[in-house]
């Protein structure tokens, strides 16, 4: 199946959505990406995804002929190419509460490196035998997080503190959410970035999450989904984009005891595409996980992933 020129989801399917241009009428087309919203009457992902980078090459995005993006869409594909779509006009931001809303997308366009930043704290969940790599990993992170905390799965013991950073102790007892939930109350910045211990953001990536989050804060968002490539014994896998919702405001609490997501309305979220979270794994790791996953929670532990996990990246 063809991936997505968006997001790179295999997720294109017949639709039977429409756009509304007030310049060129009504815009019918056949396909949809269920996972972003975005339309398009043919899969060709390369050919699409350079006429998207045109059309989202300026101060004003222009629609082009071979797509169809309400602004729910517009937003995430803009953050592709290091850019924020700012909604022109009271209609258009009414369309951001209801996606996928049937009127053509209008905005301007902001690039990330210039758009007003909010405070994001950086959040690390690990074990004790990965502490001090998860410290040094968020000491790197300072540079951009307003603040970083690790909070390491072990017995109670007096927090830690190094200016900026701290080191927090709590027994997680196979309750994954509990654990994000309590590093979510540790934090004081209106956002946060959680990762394992096993997962890295490149620096270049995280630097734009403060403007991804005073974007969201002005919309109403308060979940944003990065993409995340997993690489069992150093390829990468087919499970791809695997979004995970880890840039969350403070405020929002997960819920699953395993494969956690946060408890919000979708409509309040929102995916950024300008970088992925790597996740490094091994075989074995990947054939008992899903199985320990399972014994924690019936039914939840999603043992066909494994099989797509274990599978190369296919384009």
């Not at 996606?99 to 902001?110: E, I």
């Not at 699953?256 to 309305?265: A, F, L, M, T």
């Not at 929670?297 to 599978?311: A, I, M, V, W």
Request: proline share 7%; net charge positive; glycine share 6%.
């Amino acid at each position: 199946m063809t991936r997505c020129p968006v997001c790179d989801a295999r997720a294109i399917a017949p639709t039977r959505r429409h756009l509304l241009d007030p310049s060129a009428g009504l815009r019918r087309f056949p396909l949809a990406c269920l996972s972003c919203g975005l339309l398009l009457h043919r899969r060709s992902t390369a050919r699409l995804r350079n006429a998207l980078s045109v059309a989202l090459d300026g101060p004003v995005f222009v629609p082009p002929a071979e797509l169809g993006l309400d602004i729910y869409t517009l937003r995430i594909a803009a953050t592709r190419f290091a850019a924020l779509a700012l909604p022109c006009g009271h209609r258009q931001y009414r369309a951001l509460s209801a996606p996928h809303s049937p009127l053509q997308a209008r905005a301007r366009l902001v690039t990330l490196k210039t758009a007003p930043r909010l405070p994001v704290a950086l959040g690390i969940m690990c074990r004790a035998d990965r502490l001090d790599a998860c410290v040094d990993q968020a000491r790197r992170h300072l540079e951009w997080a307003s603040e970083a905390i690790v909070l390491c799965d072990g017995a109670v013991r007096r927090d830690l503190r190094e200016g900026r950073l701290r080191i927090a102790f709590r027994p997680m007892e196979g309750d994954f959410a509990g654990q994000r939930n309590a590093l979510q109350g540790l934090g004081g910045s209106p956002w946060m970035l959680q990762l394992d211990d096993d997962e890295t953001l490149s620096p270049e990536a995280a630097s734009a999450l403060p403007a991804l989050a005073h974007a969201a804060e002005a919309a109403g968002v308060v979940s944003i989904g990065l993409a995340r490539r997993n690489r069992v014994d150093g390829v990468l896998s087919d499970l791809f984009p695997d979004t995970q919702y880890r840039l969350n405001r403070r405020d929002v609490r997960y819920r699953g005891q395993v494969h956690e997501r946060p408890d919000r309305p979708w409509q309040r979220s929102t995916i950024a595409l300008h970088g992925a979270i790597e996740h490094v794994l091994d075989r074995e790791r990947v054939v008992r996980r899903s199985q320990i996953y399972e014994g924690l929670s019936p039914g939840h532990g999603r043992l066909t992933e494994t099989r797509e996990l274990l599978t190369p990246y296919r384009p």
